[in-house]
Structure formats: C-alpha cells, structure tokens
C-alpha cells in the first residue's frame, strides 16, 4: 500500500503567517490523486484540495495546493484563528486508500 | 445541503458486534458511493471499504474482509457498518464519508463520527 508520510507532526504559528504542510507518498500518486482535508476537534473533516491543486467548493482562496509524483504540499497564505487544526492527506490513486498522519497547526 | 448524520457512541465488550448507521440527505442517495473509515485514538485515518447504495457491491479491506458488512437502505437512505468480534483495537470513532465521484477518490462530505469504545 501506499504510505504517505506527512511533515511537520506539528506547525507553531502566529495569525497573518503562513503555513505549509508537506505530505510525501511511498508510491507515485498517479495523475495526482491526492486531497487534502482539515479537521477540527470534535467536527467532520472538510474537504479542501482535491487533485492535489484544486479547492474544493466553498475553500478560501488562501488554501493552496500543489505538487506532483510524490512530493505535496499544502500552503495557507496567511492563516486565521479559524484555521488552528489538523490537516491531513489523502491519496485515491490505488486501493487501499490510506491517509497522512496529520499535522497540527496551532496558535 | 447534504447531510450525514451518524448514530451516538457505543460501547461493546470484546468479542461482540457493534452496527454504526449514517443517515444521509440533500442528495440523490443512489448517485454516490460511500466509505467508511476509522480513526483509532492518537492515530490517522484507516480505511476500510465501501459501498455502492445503487447495486449493494462492496469493497473490504483485507484486514476487515472477515468480520465486516457493510450495507445500504434505500427506502431511509441509510448506510450500515457492522463489525464484529470485537477488540480493544478496535476502539475508534467511526466515520462515513461520501465520495465525491467514483470509485476511489476524494471524500466530500463526512460524517461527524461514532465513537466505538470496546473495553471489558
């Protein structure tokens, strides 16, 4: 299966800063089946990226998405009080679909 | 809007079985697949299968091929996830999730999770 190995374990930030998440795949992710989710305590995770650089309905334009192959990341431009969460990744280009460790981004 | 609404926690002693329901609207029922994966405490996301609503087709993991069923009821648009034989690591919360298109792919809409708590 495919392993995906994120990186920070977690992301010590301050509002306005930006933070970015690495997520590295064991295997090619094919033509980039790669989504990226945000979950906050005690909510459903949320959709942001899909196809590794494509927001998701309804996602602010300061969540991006990029990378290719192995090697993804995830960018929040300037992030809001609001976006003090786990982030993890996923990928869907083989069965069994597996997911990312998470990355905690905290004030 | 799409909702997805899950039963309450659970808990169960080894050995035993345990039925997580997702009950979902907003959308046409039969148009998506749905997964369903776990997420023990401190540890990522498992996945463990899914199920097509319209034909009743599914797809296990290896891991849980033989102690799972998941099922699907048109008529309350509901979907099931039975484990059995139960274990302490089995211990997580529960979550169905909706594929956005096809088969394996991104999941846009989840549920907010059953806590399965297996413990003597």
């Known amino acids: 299966e495919s392993v995906l190995t994120q990186s920070p374990g977690t992301l010590s930030l301050s509002p306005g800063e930006r933070a970015t998440v690495f997520c590295r795949a064991s295997?090619?992710?094919?033509?980039?089946?790669l989504a990226w989710y945000q979950q906050r305590p005690g909510q459903a995770p949320r959709l942001l990226i899909y196809?590794?650089?494509h927001r998701a309905i309804g996602i602010p334009d300061r969540f991006s998405g990029s990378g290719s192959d192995t090697d993804f990341t995830l960018t929040i431009s300037r992030v809001e009080p609001e976006d003090f969460a786990v982030y993890f990744c996923?990928?869907?280009?083989?069965?069994?679909?597996?997911f990312g460790g998470g990355t905690k981004v905290e004030i | 809007q799409v909702q997805l609404v899950q039963s309450g926690a659970e808990v169960k002693k080894p050995g035993a079985s345990v039925t997580v329901s997702c009950r979902t609207s907003g959308y046409s029922f039969k148009s998506h697949e749905m997964h369903w994966v776990r997420q023990a405490p401190g540890q990522g996301f498992e996945w463990m299968g899914l199920i097509n609503p319209n034909s009743g087709l599914t797809v296990y993991t290896q891991k849980f091929q033989a102690r799972v069923t998941m099922t699907s009821d048109t008529s309350t648009s509901t979907l099931f996830l039975e484990l059995r034989s139960l274990t302490s690591e089995d211990t997580a919360v529960y979550f169905c999730?909706?594929?956005?298109?096809?088969?394996?792919?991104?999941?846009?809409?989840w549920g907010r999770g059953t806590l399965v708590t297996v413990s003597s």
């Open positions: 999730a909706r594929a956005s298109s096809g088969t394996y792919t991104d999941f846009d809409f």
């Open positions: 295997q090619s992710v094919g033509s980039n089946y």
């Open positions: 996923q990928q869907y280009s083989r069965s069994p679909l597996t």
């Open positions: 196809g590794a650089s």
